[in-house]
Every structure is written in C-alpha cells, then in structure tokens.
Nanobody, 124 residues
Framework: QVQLVESGGGSVQAGGSLRLSCAVS????????MGWVRQAPGKQREAVAR????????NYADSVKGRFTISRDIVKNTLYLQMDSLKAEDTAMYYC?????????????????WGQGTQVTVSS
C-alpha cells in the first residue's frame, strides 16, 4: 500500500524559502516518477516538478523553473521540494504524488497516488 505524508508547509514572505518533505512508503516502481503538484483556490491542479525513479532526472513547470528544486533521498525514502525566491502566486496546497510509469509526469491528473497536502502561503 502506497502512503505519502507531506510536511514543511507554512507561511513565508515573498522572496523567502521553504522546503517541503514527503515520506514515501510502499512505492517500488523502478521506472516511475515522483512529483509535486499544487492547487490554488479556484485554479486547476498544476504539476510543478517531477523526478524519475530510474535515473533521478528532473524537470519543472516553467512557472517554477530556476526557483524550485526536487530531490529524493533513497535511504530516508523521502521526496523533497526546495522552494526559493517564493512569490505570492506560489500560494497553494502542495501535494506529493507518485505514479508507476514515467510518462506524463508533469501532468497532474496522471498521478495515481497522492498525499494529504501541505499548505504554502506566501505574503507579498
């Protein structure tokens, strides 16, 4: 059974940083992907970052490229999202998500397993 538990959200001023963590259990796909998806009130879900399980290759949505960094610690079974130079428009609920194939990993609706989410609020 796949379980994802996020932590690390909070409130920060614009220009600040936060690091989100996601404890992962039960996910063993060798050619899957892990990602972070956010949803702001009244907006569609947006996949902002993904990492392949096979080679740790990463990719990002244009909205966060150069500011966010996704990483994974295999020993700790934890996925991270380092968020720097935060903007008010980054305010959203952030979800950790995984899927067992490595296609469409920047498409939010393609993920099969989700955490409960952690709120990030950026004040300008």
């Amino acid at each position: 059974q796949v379980q994802l538990v996020e932590s690390g959200g909070g409130s920060v001023q614009a220009g600040g940083s936060l690091r989100l963590s996601c404890a992962v259990s039960g996910f063993t796909a060798s050619r899957g992907c892990m990602g972070w998806v956010r949803q702001a009130p009244g907006k569609q879900r947006e996949a902002v970052a993904r990492i392949y399980t096979r080679d740790f290759d990463t990719n990002y949505a244009d909205s966060v490229k150069g500011r966010f960094t996704i990483s994974r610690d295999i020993v700790k079974n934890t996925l991270y999202l380092q968020m720097d130079s935060l903007k008010a428009e980054d305010t959203a609920m952030y979800y950790c998500a995984v899927k067992s194939s490595d296609t469409y990993c920047l498409t939010a609706d393609k993920y099969g397993y989700w955490g409960q989410g952690t709120q990030v609020t950026v004040s300008s």
